[in-house]
T-cell receptor, first 113, second 117 residues
Framework: QQQVKQSPQSLIVQKGGISIINCAYE??????FPWYQQFPGKGPALLIA?????SEKKEGRFTISFNKSAKQFSLHIMDSQPGDSATYFC????????????FGQGTRLTINP | DAGVIQSPRHEVTEMGQEVTLRCKPI?????LFWYRQTMMRGLELLIY????????DSGMPEDRFSAKMPNASFSTLKIQPSEPRDSAVYFC???????????????FGPGTRLTVL
C-alpha cells in the first residue's frame, strides 16, 4: 500500500511534442505529490508538486494533473526540448508529521532533436 | 549556498571492507535523509534524522548498515562488512524539516557511487 507505480519506464518523444508520465498510488493518506527530475550524475531535484485539493498545477511547460478518485497523477511536459532529457520520478508522502517520500521507479525520458 | 555535499563521489572497495559515506547538509536544514538508488529497486529511503535524532530507520537493510548524525552539519552512513549487493548510488538529502510542514522540499546531494568487488 506504500507503493507508487510509475509508467512508462522509458519514453522517447520528438522535440516539440508532449511527454506524459503516469503514476498511481494506493494509500489514500498520501496528500503531497512531488515530481523530481534527475540528470545523469546528479541527484534528483524537485520539479513541481501538487496537493490533492487541486486537480491541476502548471509551472511553465510542466503540468501535473491529479485525479483523486482514480488515485492517479501525471506529469505533462509541453513543447518538449532536448534539455528535458532526464529521468523523472513521481513521489508521494503524508504531509503531517512524517517526511518520508515514497518514490516511483522512474521514467527515462529522451527528447529527440 | 553550496548545497548538500557528499564525499567521496566514487568509492571502490572489496567485499568485507568497511565503507563510510559522508554528508554535509545545507546550513539551517533540520532534516537529513539517506537514500540508495539501484536499477532494480529505484530510490529507497534508508534512514532520516530530524534535529540530529534518527526518526525512521525502517529502510536500513540490515545490521551491516549504520548511520550517525553527531551534529547538525555532518552525517555518516557506514557499511561493515560491505558486500557486492551493496553496490549502488547513495544519496544524502536535507530539508528545512519543519515537522508542521512535512512537505518541505528535499534537496539532494550529488551522490556517492559505491562499487563493492
Amino acid at each position: 500500500q506504500q507503493q507508487v507505480k510509475q509508467s512508462p519506464q522509458s519514453l522517447i518523444v520528438q522535440k516539440g511534442g508532449i511527454s506524459i508520465i503516469n503514476c498511481a498510488y494506493e494509500n489514500t493518506a498520501f496528500d503531497y505529490f512531488p515530481w523530481y527530475q534527475q540528470f545523469p550524475g546528479k541527484g534528483p531535484a524537485l520539479l513541481i508538486a501538487i496537493r490533492p485539493d487541486v486537480s491541476e498545477k502548471k509551472e511553465g511547460r510542466f503540468t501535473i494533473s491529479f485525479n483523486k478518485s482514480a488515485k492517479q497523477f501525471s506529469l505533462h511536459i509541453m513543447d518538449s526540448q532536448p534539455g528535458d532529457s532526464a529521468t523523472y520520478f513521481c513521489a508521494a508522502s503524508i504531509s503531517r508529521g512524517a517526511q518520508k517520500l515514497v518514490f516511483g521507479q522512474g521514467t527515462r525520458l529522451t527528447i529527440n532533436p | 549556498d553550496a548545497g548538500v555535499i557528499q564525499s567521496p563521489r566514487h568509492e571502490v572497495t572489496e567485499m568485507g571492507q568497511e565503507v563510510t559515506l559522508r554528508c554535509k547538509p545545507i546550513s539551517g536544514h533540520n532534516s537529513l535523509f539517506w537514500y540508495r538508488q539501484t536499477m532494480m529497486r529505484g530510490l529507497e529511503l534508508l534512514i532520516y534524522f530530524n534535529n540530529n535524532v534518527p526518526i525512521d530507520d525502517s529502510g536500513m537493510p540490515e545490521d551491516r548498515f549504520s548511520a550517525k548524525m553527531p551534529n547538525a552539519s555532518f552525517s555518516t552512513l557506514k557499511i561493515q562488512p560491505s558486500e557486492p549487493r551493496d553496490s549502488a548510488v547513495y544519496f544524502c538529502a536535507s530539508s528545512l524539516g519543519r515537522l508542521a510542514f512535512a512537505t518541505d522540499t528535499q534537496y539532494f546531494g550529488p551522490g556517492t557511487r559505491l562499487t563493492v568487488l
